[in-house]
């Protein structure tokens, strides 16, 4: 136990014939005083759930006057705790919960007379700085005295970061920051004046890149001191993983990596959703998901954060949690962080339906987990931006993270599959504008030379790079009126409500595919076209695009319909009548995804995103299938008798709100 042939991730990464299996490390409260009961727990949940990587969750931020004194109780106690667990199955792991702090208001603070960051506000967080000396030393005094009880792995929380944390914003301002700051700028800045000037500076400033620069390197400094004080303390083996605050993704995949020293690096995510209140969140948790692996670069090991603080059903259903999991796996991930325990309240009924949904899906993890490894997925394609674009560390929007997407928006609510990644020209390419912008002249036309449905935002930034002659209109600014666009292989009009960002498409050269009409009155039999809606054009450089009238940013009531779902279909199967091997039939918000296996086999997943039930979902095939068959909680293949008309089948099932399935099937 303890080394890294035992990691929580050893099955994740097994090579050749071997199965894999999905990196669970489960979040449990430490209780010093009741030993007993966390043995009785942990093989409880080893034995029950199948979950045997608990990571003791230990909040070691300086508190009180002797700071180090609860250092050394924690050690003894979870050295008491791991010999107890010695001659089982269980491996245990230490969630450093806080070393910095998270920044929340009326907490025990430090006794001590050491610095505080301060934010871009001029606030006094009551976060440790990294760069005081005194807490570099306390925090490896954590390390080297929990390191000689041989924990199976260490993960540190998001609390170690400088931006975007509970103390809102940027940081750190504080005299020991200045100091080095001022040391290596041209210009000399008190703090005041630095604040205003990041406020202001556009992105690749060379003040805002040096600040950030030297917030960066303190960071990187406290990931290598932690490294340094485990291997000293003879820990070489033993892995240490971090979890990543969401806006320090410039950082993340470096800062892992350097904690990690000779292990395997291992990352927490961040994609989770406290306090759910939605299941249509849930597309847009799957974008930034996407987003976020990129962010990682080249770590191996990537966990879901399937996170239910605060850690009760008041935030985050069981089903909700179970189609979290299954989604990261769908995307990219192969592990995932839970917390299904109340840490403050550890009552077993709480925790209940979190283990029983985890202990009725443990093989079905781990068989997705390897129908996933290598898959490719088909239908449209999201490109993905580079995470540097655009970057302000003061501000906290527009940014990577908040892209414009076709898919989070309308595809993966009308049960339409899709993917995300790096351009290829074998699929259609959805192109927005925040996308469009954030690419080069060079990448934009590389895109455009494949085949592309391009937003009204998107159209205006390839005129802008002057591609525009690769699109076939001119996108212009005009404020025009107009009550529906009609397309007339579908006939019936549909509704479109002009908020003005729509583009007036000028001297046309592709083929008008849909126009937009004005009416005098609601309802009037009579109108009149004033503008193109969409439009097919064949480029100079071999690419197929429409481009659409249609922005992101303009209202759902636009896009949320029956009609506009048959819209996006035939604007698809226009651009690749092969784009869709399959798609939901029905008129309810679905997400759905379906591939191809290194296996080369077709699979599909579907999650029922209505509050209604899911009853007997219809999928339309490209190639009706000859036989179906469902993945079981257990991991194994059940045959469905499904019933079909043309190439239309109707599944024998009833999915709950927010239930999922995932299905191969041969044709």
Known sequence: MGNAANAPFAAVLADGKAKKRMCFINVVPFFPAKVDYMVSEAKRLAGEVGLTNPAYSMTLQPEGDEPLKKIRYFAEKFGELRRKLEGTNVQPGILIQSIMGHGWNGQTICGKNWHYTINISGKTTYRMCPEEPEFLQYAREIFL??????????LTDDDLRLINNSSHGLECFCPLHMKIFNARSKRKFKADELREYLMQAPAGDPVATLFDEIRQESLLKLAGLIRQAIDEAGG???PCGSCAGGREYMLMEQFCKTLAGKNTPFLRIHNALYLEQRTLDFPMRMHHTNLMKKAAGSIPVLLDEADTCPHNRFSKSSMGMHSHITGGILNGLNGAKLWITNLAEPEASESARYERIIAQHRGFYDALLNLCDGIDWLGPRTVIPPKEYGWRPAHLSPYYLEWEDWQELYLNRFGIPGSYGDFDPKRVTLLCGSQARAMSKAEMKRVLSGKV???GNAAFAIQEKGLG??????????????ACEIDPELGRPMPFQNDFSAPFFTRIKGKVLSELFYRPFRSSPDMKSVASGSIYFENELGGRNIMTAV?????????????????????????????LPAYCAINQDTYFRCGITRNKEPIAALVNLSFDTLEKPEIVFRKMPRKIFQ???????KELKFTGQGKTITLPMTLVTYENVVIKYEV
């Open 236 to 238: 070489e083996d033993i």
């Open 145 to 154: 005295a929990l390191t000689p009880h041989r924990p199976a792995f260490f």
């Open 469 to 482: 002659k690769l699109i076939g209109a001119t996108p212009t600014h005009k404020e025009f009126r107009f």
């Open 453 to 455: 449905l391009i937003d």
């Open 551 to 579: 922005a992101m940013r303009n209202t759902i009531y636009n896009m949320l319909k029956p009609s506009r779902k048959l819209w996006f279909l035939t604007l698809l199967k226009r651009l690749d009548p092969a784009s």
């Open 631 to 637: 993945l079981t909680g257990a991991g194994k293949w």
